[in-house]
Nanobody, 123 residues
Framework: HVQLVESGGGSVQAGGSLRLSCTAP????????MGWFRQSPGKEREGIAV???????AYTDSMKGRFTISRGSAENTLTLEMRSLKFEDTAMYFC??????????????????WGKGTQVTVS
C-alpha cells in the first residue's frame, strides 16, 4: 500500500511562488503514474498535472505555463513548481499515484492512492 506525504504548502502573496513535494517513504513508485490535484471548499477535486515513469507529462490547460511537475527517482520525490500564484490557486493540494506504465487521465477517480494534502493560501 503506497503512502504519500505532501509538503511545501503555506501562505504566499499573489505573484509569488511555491514548491510542493510528495514523497513515498520506503516505496519505489517507478512504475506508477503520479499526479497533482487540488480542491477548494465546495468544489470538486481538480487535476493539475500528471507524469509517468518515462517523464512524459500532461497538464490541465489552465495550469500550463505556471505549474511544472517533475519526479526524481533517486529521491523518490514528486515535485510541483508553482509560479505567479493567484488568489484562485488557494486550495488543498494533493499528490496521487496509480500503477500504470503510461500517463493516466487527469481525473481523480483514476487514482487509488492519495496523500492527505498540503494547504496553499494565496492572498
Amino acid at each position: 500500500h503506497v503512502q504519500l506525504v505532501e509538503s511545501g504548502g503555506g501562505s504566499v502573496q499573489a505573484g509569488g511562488s511555491l514548491r510542493l513535494s510528495c514523497t513515498a517513504p520506503g516505496y519505489n513508485y517507478d512504475t506508477y503514474c503520479m499526479g497533482w490535484f487540488r480542491q477548494s471548499p465546495g468544489k470538486e477535486r481538480e487535476g493539475i498535472a500528471v507524469i509517468d515513469s518515462d517523464g512524459d507529462t500532461a497538464y490541465t490547460d489552465s495550469m500550463k505555463g505556471r505549474f511544472t511537475i517533475s519526479r526524481g527517482s533517486a529521491e523518490n520525490t514528486l515535485t510541483l513548481e508553482m509560479r505567479s500564484l493567484k488568489f484562485e490557486d488557494t486550495a488543498m493540494y494533493f499528490c496521487a499515484a496509480e500503477p500504470s506504465p503510461v500517463l493516466k487521465p487527469l481525473e481523480a477517480y483514476e487514482y487509488r492512492f492519495w496523500g492527505k494534502g498540503t494547504q496553499v493560501t494565496v492572498s
